[in-house]
């Protein structure tokens, strides 16, 4: 069985010469493939705008010890530690965190229904809770056994290959038992819009694919487009402009949230015309990507959001006109 290995996609793509893309293929290189659930950290469904829940209170545990990690941040390198300020309650704190109040007990073993003003206690990043496995786990197995995607777990514990022995099971409740949030592919998809001007070939599609040159499978929560000129990129659907800018592993970046939950992401942009908080329409242009004579690609996404944030959906279910042959 070929390993899983999802450290950064775009460093392992190789695209076709049909598509006039070894320029395109080196460009390509240095955007990482975004975690499908925390490159954007809570981007809200909310009009206007994209938000960082960050009590003044709580740092993680990976920045009190100088450790972080990008790119595919573990769920553990993220738990917060929280200083408990008096009139504090198991209750308030879950809320101000957007947790359930048996998350923070799960974490913090001992801990009553009074708290004394001091004390530290530990705040995972969403709900769920921490398992002990096995040497020898699969992610496959670990996802069979808690009905959980097998690229969400994947990404969740850090992008490593090898479960470790220590895995954050999102939205899982004590005993192993599953939450009520099942992070899974909508059974009815919206349509949404081919997100380019003018059709190009994909170079890249979504999901577990065989790496070109290794015995292993490699995760791309998106599809990327060769772009051999200049093409206009537009709104995939009707929504709210969350975030424009740069962003780690995405390069420029432009993200739209849509109706009923639905999130849309365009990256590698040479020029966004958008701005945070802007309603836009379908085919509303929002940026461009690619210059003359300079191969590039689109790398686009579409999302759904949980309990446990943005995760990844085939954008082949909701684009038509998508070819992803």
Not at 245 to 267: D, K
Not at 291 to 315: I, K
Request: proline share 7%.
């Amino acid at each position: 069985m070929a390993q899983f290995s999802l450290t950064r996609f775009f460093q392992l793509i190789t695209l076709s010469p049909l598509a006039q893309t070894a320029r395109a293929a080196s460009l390509i290189g240095p955007l990482a493939m975004g975690a499908a659930l925390f490159s954007i950290y809570h981007i809200t469904d909310k009009p206007a705008i994209a938000q960082t829940i960050s009590p003044a209170s709580t740092q993680t545990i990976a920045q009190a010890s100088g450790q972080t990690k990008t790119g595919c941040p573990s769920a553990l390198d993220r738990v917060r530690s929280h200083t408990v300020s008096a009139g504090d309650t198991v209750e308030s704190i879950a809320t101000a965190n957007r947790l359930a109040p048996s998350t923070l007990i799960r974490f913090n073993p001992g801990l009553g229904s009074s708290l004394s003003p001091g004390t530290t206690i530990m705040v995972p990043p969403f709900n769920g809770a921490v398992v002990e496995v096995g040497n020898g786990m699969s992610w496959q197995a670990l996802a069979e056994r808690y009905g959980r995607r097998t690229d969400v777990l994947f990404e969740v514990n850090g992008c490593v290959a090898d479960v470790p022995n220590r895995v954050f099971i999102p939205g899982v409740l004590g005993g192993g038992r599953s939450g009520g949030e099942a992070i899974a592919t909508p059974s009815v998809a919206q349509q949404l819009r081919y997100p380019l001007s003018n059709p190009v070939p994909v170079a890249r599609g979504y999901g577990w694919q065989p790496h070109t040159s290794r015995n292993e499978l490699v995760f791309n929560s998106g599809v990327a487009f060769t772009v051999p000129q200049p093409n206009e990129v537009i709104a995939a659907n009707a929504g709210t402009v969350a975030f424009t800018g740069e962003r780690e592993g995405y390069g420029q970046l432009v993200v739209i949230n849509h109706a009923q939950g639905l999130q849309t992401r365009y990256a590698n942009l040479s020029s966004i015309s958008v701005s945070v908080g802007q309603l836009v329409n379908a085919a509303t242009p929002i940026g461009s990507v690619g210059l003359e004579n300079e191969p590039s690609f689109l790398y686009f996404e579409v999302r759904t959001n949980s309990e446990s944030g943005w995760v990844a959906q085939d954008p082949g279910q909701y684009v038509p006109d998508l070819d992803l042959r």
